[in-house]
């Protein structure tokens, strides 16, 4: 590459590093890339640094030593993300999203990457310590989601599927049973889809008596996995015993009243210890 | 904000810009934003634009006078996408991946954010040009990849489903023959999903006989909605006509033997007027 100034290496850094979250960069790559020294470097590094931090955009973490180097951390304040998710909370609270069976429409929402792309960067902020090493989710709505979050965890997706199509080899499949309606379902994962010991981050955009969490749980035991963590976009009420615990969601349905079209919501468990 | 330097200027100015593709920003809110002269604002913007050239990221637009403003556009050159996808192609072109009834396994690639990436910028500078309103695609593998592409457009993604489900409200369902199977199938999408006369790009992760983009023609039909494009990742060898034609791919599979399991693959038909 020929040599920038050092405006310019600050504008290709930053895109470098935004374009590889959680990946840890050798300042030696860096130097070699502008032919400049570490020490110019590692002073672009600490003006990037300053910026992310102004702008929530995360952290940028350097690790000292031969094996050390950058790291960019995708991360926003529990704050910032809870004024991100009150907008979109008054979006979804339109009575004319309420369909039959207490359901609510919400695909616009979970189809539009900018917003999509907020909500991943903030279960990336929660989970990124975790190690994560697959963000796990079923078909169909909360693909994009999953998505987004793995695209700044900088980890594979997994889809389990409803049914085994031809197309994935050999599956695994379970039944579970759907808490909300009672009935039997099948849903199943490739055998080559997740390695043994893997450590899976479990998401989907609804939950409401959780039986689908809960079957992606046991599929998981199938495949030696350990599961790290449970999220979803939004949670509805539920009068019995889930069937999972500890599931943090972004937004919560308090009410929702389908013949008389009325809805509240509130901002969901993540940000239950916030003051 | 607070008053920055230069160096700290572009950092902030270059992830604001690759964060919001294809929106037009006008130079006033960078210049208030920092509460520097345009003048300055302008140099910065010609800094970055030339490294997002020197690094193949995209294009900086500038539009001039008062409605104008400054529009970041992600697009790679063909000869860099073909690389990409060449490296992609060999690693798909391995003889484990072979699945009855002469499919490939690829999900592992298709599940990488990473690569996915790579793959939606490729789209998206392929179609850019054309004003796309939405990219369409039908459940399941081709959702990441859509969602990478409408990322880069910055568009919403509009996923049409292979059963009606309760939540998604009023459906538009059609009936389409699959082509390699000659089964005849339902695809549905929400009434709610598209306005009329959208223009809609159509994307599928693989492609033989052509049958559910087709099908993804016909429900467009309904919506009034014009079709700007069609693409798939991978498409095999089909010995009949095609349902469809001018659909490009990345990569084509010319021979795959799923007895001797032997495969042969080379670039798609996006790259065939390249030289």
Redo the contacts between chains.
Sequence with gaps: ??K?R???R???M??YL???PHLLIPLTYFSERYGSAKSSISE?LQ??K???E??Q?GELKTLPGAAGGVKYMPKVSMEQAKKWVEEIRVGLEDSSRI???G???M??YL????I??QLGKIFCSAYHGLDVDYVMTV???G??LA??T??YL??????V?RDNR????SVVSINYVSGSSKRIQTMSL?R??LPANAKVLIMDD?MKAGGTIRGMMDLLLEFQAEVVGTCVFVEAEHKEERLVDQVRSLIRIKHIDSTNKQITMETGSLFDNLE
């Design positions: 590459m020929k920038l050092r405006s310019a600050i504008a290709d930053t895109q935004l374009e590889k672009d003006i990037i300053e910026v992310f102004l702008e955009l369909l039959p069976g359901y609510l429409y695909s616009d189809h539009q990457p900018q999509v792309n078909e169909t709505k693909i994009p998505y987004a793995a695209q900088n980890v594979p997706i997994i889809i599927r031809v197309t994935e080899g490739s080559r889809a609804f």
